[in-house]
Structure formats: C-alpha cells, structure tokens
Nanobody, 123 residues
Framework: QVQLVESGGGLVQAGGSLRLSCAASGRTFSRYVMGWFRQAPGKEREFVAANSWTDGSTDYADSVKGRFTISRDNAKKTVHLQMNSLKPEDTAVYYC????????????????WGQGTQVTVSS
C-alpha cells in the first residue's frame, strides 16, 4: 500500500512557475513508477509526466515537454513536478499517482492516487 499527499498548488500568473510535491508513505518507494496527471473542469484526467527509478526513464506529455520537469528523491520518498512558463491552459487539479511495473500514460494503470492539488494560472 502506498499513500500519496500532494502539495504546492496555488494561483500564479501566466509565465510563472510552481513546484508541486508528492509525499509517499510505505516501503520500497523506489520500485514504484511515479506519475503526475491533471484534470481540468469538464475534461478527462490526462497524463502529464512519469518517472521510473527502475529503468531510469522519464516521459512527458507533448503539451508540457520543455516546460515541466519531474524528479524524485527516493530517500525522502517524494516526487516533484517543477512547472515553468505556465499557461492558462495548465489550470487543473494535479494528481500524483503510483504503480508497480513499466511506465505508462494510461490513467487506469495507476493503482494509487493522491487527493489532488489545485493549480490556477491567470492570464
């Protein structure tokens, strides 16, 4: 079992930056693929980024590539999402998720989810 708690959301102007954090409980954090997803009002939850410590891979949605960076600290059992050059279309609730296995962009592939943190980007 893994419990995930996100933090770091807030209101920011377009072009600004935010850093989201996700703290995990449980053992063997390093074996989990960690992902970030987001859900805007009236839209489906979508993949943002994922990181696998096991194979060293990192994956980003095209819409955030070059602006967002996912990183993790296994000793502290945390994963971060650094978001730069934010746009109004980045406004959403951001969720941290975890899975065992290979990285995937599929929402249904993640067994563990945090409660989400709101990110609002004003124009």
């Amino acid at each position: 079992q893994v419990q995930l708690v996100e933090s770091g959301g807030g209101l920011v102007q377009a072009g600004g930056s935010l850093r989201l954090s996700c703290a995990a409980s449980g053992r063997t954090f390093s074996r989990y693929v960690m992902g970030w997803f987001r859900q805007a009002p009236g839209k489906e939850r979508e993949f943002v980024a994922a990181n696998s410590w096991t194979d060293g891979s990192t994956d980003y949605a095209d819409s955030v590539k070059g602006r967002f960076t996912i990183s993790r600290d296994n000793a502290k059992k945390t994963v971060h999402l650094q978001m730069n050059s934010l746009k109004p279309e980045d406004t959403a609730v951001y969720y941290c998720a975890a899975r065992v296995g290979s990285p995937t962009r599929d929402t249904y592939g993640y067994a563990y989810w945090g409660q989400g943190t709101q990110v609002t980007v004003s124009s």
